[in-house]
């Protein structure tokens, strides 16, 4: 961990299912400051946390604040 750089830090911190929820959503805020091709690894990352929750990721079940979070990781990895 300690030769990975801040954005490997904060991918791995998402992957990580023990991070607290309140440092996700600090690491997503930063998500636009992130080179491409990271930003498509972090992307990725969020996808796989909060897919298999619908109230994370589907319209119908998570709040319009999340939806928007859903959308932004959606366009970034192509598939919105």
Do not use: H
Request: positive net charge; aromatic residues 8%.
């Amino acid at each position: 961990m300690a030769k990975m750089s801040p954005e490997e830090r904060d991918i791995a911190a998402v992957k990580d299912p023990a991070t607290p929820e309140n440092k996700v959503m600090e690491i997503y805020s930063r998500i636009d400051n992130f080179p491409d091709d990271m930003k498509k690894e972090l992307a990725q990352a969020f996808k796989e946390l909060w897919e298999p929750n619908p109230k994370k990721w589907q319209k119908k079940k998570c709040s319009q604040k999340q939806w928007k979070k859903v959308q932004r990781v959606k366009a970034i990895l192509g598939e919105g």
